[in-house]
């Protein structure tokens, strides 16, 4: 919006309204000034929303173009025949402010390298596989253009929580042909662990695609990089995978391939300022860990309490298999620090004697804040405590 655009528009709507000619249509001018009240004036509405660009775009431009249109053409006549060269003015002005509002853009291509992208993912798959997707993130988004661009067969997970039971059969009958099956994950809330099915894990690929920044009182002028990663897992019954007596991780980095022992309560993996490797919980966390065998063993994590403001630093309680391990008042601070925590003995003695049995299952329960309502940030996410990494050790 320019001052002169919106001072035109306003102009024309008048003249509009009290010449008896345009009569007919004013229901037009009535809608569309009720949707530029409600879409544009409200400042909780932004133009990426896509149900306030279904009045934006095709409504309120195109009806505050007209009205300024018609102000323009029936500027009413001055002295010396002036008003054809106001004419030509706010013409040429509305003009120079519009290149001015676009030239940013002009040369612009937003998602630039999208389809490159696209074709990189889909070089991971052989053209007879199976992929499935999650819902609700980028992996939906991409299903469609793996099926009809790349002709592959893609299937999106309609809940958070699948049915084996359901999946299963229909899973056999690839393996059976011989035709392998994968999942990509995109960072949805997707809840499956099966028992009866290994997720191998593959290879990552990341989008790096520019966008324009979504400003708020001010036109965007920046470009910006949106990363979309898609974690891919090779999956195979339990009975032919590689090594089915493979032993659980002791050592968990909050790194990409390890889905199949975080069980939920994490947002996606970021990197600090000084190269280390992370990820949030939401307040309450599962992590599956593989035990020594031993009978003692400490479980030890490194983690930072990252609180901002007047936020008080969190308390962290850490079970495992269901028992209180050991729980400390944090300090706040961004800086990591490792906590070490003696599994009892008890615990310990309840495990069984193989290590593919041998199985922690860690919680980590914490205070949590949301950072956008207390720096002004546009992150919604609740955040618990950033966890670097876990591991359980036996004694040396």
Not at 279 to 304: H, M, Q
Request: net charge negative.
């Amino acid at each position: 919006w320019t001052p002169l655009g919106l001072g035109l528009a306003a102009l024309g709507l008048g003249l509009f309204a009290v010449r008896g000619k345009e009569k007919p249509a004013l229901p037009f001018a009535a809608a569309s000034m009720m949707c530029f009240v409600i879409y544009a004036v409200n400042p909780l509405v932004n133009a990426v929303q896509p149900w306030a660009s279904r009045r934006l775009v095709p409504v309120v431009l195109p009806a505050l173009a007209v009205f300024a249109a018609y102000a323009v053409v029936n500027l009413p006549p001055v002295r010396f025949r002036l008003h054809r060269v106001a004419q030509i003015l706010a013409v040429v002005t509305l003009a120079g402010l519009f290149v001015r509002a676009e030239w940013p853009f002009l040369r612009r291509v937003e998602y630039r390298g999208c389809f490159d992208s696209l074709t990189d993912l889909a070089g991971h798959f052989e053209k007879d596989s199976l992929i499935l997707l999650d819902r609700n993130g980028p992996g939906e988004n991409v299903a469609q253009p793996l099926h009809y661009l790349f002709g592959l067969n893609t299937f999106v997970l309609q809940k958070e929580q699948p049915d084996t039971e359901v999946l299963r059969p229909f899973l056999h009958q690839w393996w059976q042909a011989e035709k392998p099956v994968y999942l990509i994950l995109s960072g949805a809330s997707l809840s499956w662990y099966p028992t009866d099915i290994a997720l191998v894990p593959e290879e990552s690929v990341v989008f790096s695609l520019p966008v324009t920044e979504r400003a708020r009182g001010r036109l965007p002028s920046r470009e910006q990089s949106w990363h979309l990663h898609f974690d891919i897992y090779r999956l195979e019954p339990v009975d032919y995978a590689q090594d089915p007596g493979q032993s659980l991780p002791t050592r968990l980095e909050m790194a990409d391939g390890e889905y199949p022992y975080l069980r939920g309560g994490l947002h996606r993996g970021e990197l600090a300022p000084d190269g280390t490797t992370f990820r949030w919980t939401d307040g309450a966390t599962r992590l599956i860990l593989g035990a020594p065998v031993a009978d003692e063993a400490t479980l030890r994590l490194r983690v930072s309490g990252g609180r901002e403001g007047d936020i008080e630093p969190p308390a962290l309680s850490v079970w495992a298999n269901g028992v209180l391990v050991g729980q400390t008042q944090m300090d706040g601070s961004h800086a990591f620090e490792v906590l070490e925590f003696p599994l009892p003995s008890e615990l310990m003695g309840e495990l069984g004697g193989s290590p593919s049995v041998r199985r922690l299952e860690v919680e980590l329960h914490s205070d949590t804040w949301i950072p956008m309502s207390v720096t002004g940030s546009t992150d919604p996410r609740t955040l618990g405590v950033a966890v670097d990494w876990i591991e359980v050790e036996g004694a040396k």
